[in-house]
């Protein structure tokens, strides 16, 4: 009686009686979608030093400006329309914008006047809001895990307990794990050295303090803490890992590809990677050829993560960030370098993210101000921070961003949005 009576009332409502049915329809159809395609997965990849934004993102040739451009640059457009610098001596950021810049994004004008000297030890993968401090990719993986041990893997920097750890395992990992008996490890004892090469455990040291009972004792626990997360990691890392490790690749590609590993097997939801070693991207001096070298390493990597990514089914999920600790002045000093300037760029690939680029500088390389909800430079227009990029990020994957900042998504990042 009752369907009969609810049935009868859609007549005074037409097309109800079909709209439900098609609403319940789409409501079940985005539950499949989400469970088949699940979270997304970051890696967020930095480089240690500052990125010159005017070599690959911007272009200030010619005329009367305050830009060094180097010599033999032009503007370039991608095969997917993203504008570009390209130089002989980098053929493989041509390359990259035509194989993949239908799903890459720039974002220019980035503030980036309060980091320190450390990009992975200052705020420049922080987001907070009313005191509460998080790095960006754990407040993700707190949010879509939902209680859940999901690590995120950082290479190298992340500190544990003043001690610096060249490899660490952050976020929900729980308190029973560092304190379990080391599992019975997988790999050769080749594979180890070259893994645990990478990891940098001074397990001698380590070793030597636990035995003598002497030295330091907050070192000695923090090397401890460090030697039991890195064993539950190698525990977690799948066996494939051991085939697509490369000595003659950089430790950037190689790390990256194991984080790729560990998403594919459902281990871990992000990474953070350095690129290059520590203040490898710093060009005090001879700047266009530091710079010119760095980031041909760094597009050429780029190239063969995403081929990995491709090869093991993730490239639907992967959402790849990459950022410099602060950006480059825009002129060279007396001694041909770029000194640090408080303004830099960020760039975006995966599913959903709009190839274009957002925001930019002006002839003196300062930022210029958007409104992040229409990437125009009317309305409510803000100078660009990277707390903009991250709750883009965040808001890009189903996570509550207004939890951890109250900085705006950059809409223009995003498809749809």
Request: hydrophobic share 40%; net charge positive.
């Amino acid at each position: 009686m009752k369907m009969k009576s609810f049935m009868s009332g859609l007549k005074w409502f037409p097309g109800v009686g079909f709209m439900l049915p098609s609403l319940l329809g789409l409501v079940l159809f985005a539950k499949i979608s989400w469970a088949m395609s699940g979270p997304k997965v970051f890696l967020h990849l930095i480089c240690d030093g500052g990125i010159d934004p005017a070599m690959i993102f911007e272009w200030k040739g010619g005329g009367s400006n305050s830009f060094a451009v180097e010599a033999g640059s032009v503007q370039r457009t991608s095969t997917s329309g993203i504008v570009h610098v390209s130089h002989a001596t980098r053929p493989s950021v041509n390359s990259f914008f035509d194989q993949w810049g239908d799903k890459t994004a720039v974002l220019n004008g980035v503030g980036a006047s309060n980091l320190g000297r450390r990009a992975i030890d200052s705020s420049a993968l922080e987001l907070e809001i009313s005191g509460r401090s998080r790095i960006w990719l754990s407040s993700y993986v707190e949010d879509v895990g939902k209680g859940r041990s999901i690590p995120v893997i950082a290479f190298p920097g992340i500190k544990l307990e003043g001690t610096p750890a060249d490899m660490a395992l952050i976020g929900r990992v729980p308190a029973s794990l560092l304190t379990i008996s080391p599992p019975a490890s997988s790999f050769s004892a080749a594979v180890r050295e070259r893994l645990f090469r990478d990891l940098r455990v001074d397990y001698t040291s380590l070793a030597g303090l636990m035995r003598a009972g002497t030295g330091d004792l907050v070192k000695v626990r923090a090397y401890d803490k460090q030697f039991r997360m890195q064993q539950v990691f190698e525990s977690s890392i799948p066996p494939l890992w051991a085939s697509v490790y490369n000595a003659g690749q950089p430790d950037f590609v190689n790390q990256s590809k194991v984080a790729l590993e560990m998403f594919s097997a459902g281990k871990s939801l992000a990474a953070i990677v350095r690129v290059g070693g520590r203040s490898a991207w710093a060009s005090s001096s001879a700047h266009f050829a530091t710079q010119s070298a760095a980031i041909e390493n760094l597009f050429d990597g780029l190239d063969e993560i995403l081929n990995h990514a491709y090869s093991i089914g993730l490239q639907t999920k992967l959402v790849l960030v990459v950022s410099g600790q602060y950006g480059r002045t825009p002129w060279l000093n007396a001694s041909g370098g770029k000194d640090s300037w408080p303004v830099s760029s960020m760039m975006f690939w995966g599913n959903g993210i709009r190839s274009q680029v957002t925001g930019g500088t002006d002839d003196v390389g300062r930022g210029i101000k958007i409104d992040p909800r229409f990437g125009t430079t009317t309305g409510n227009t803000i100078q660009l921070d990277f707390q903009n990029a991250y709750a883009s990020m965040l808001f890009h994957a189903g996570a509550n961003y207004r939890k951890w900042t109250s900085a705006l998504p950059v809409s223009g990042l995003l498809e749809g949005k």
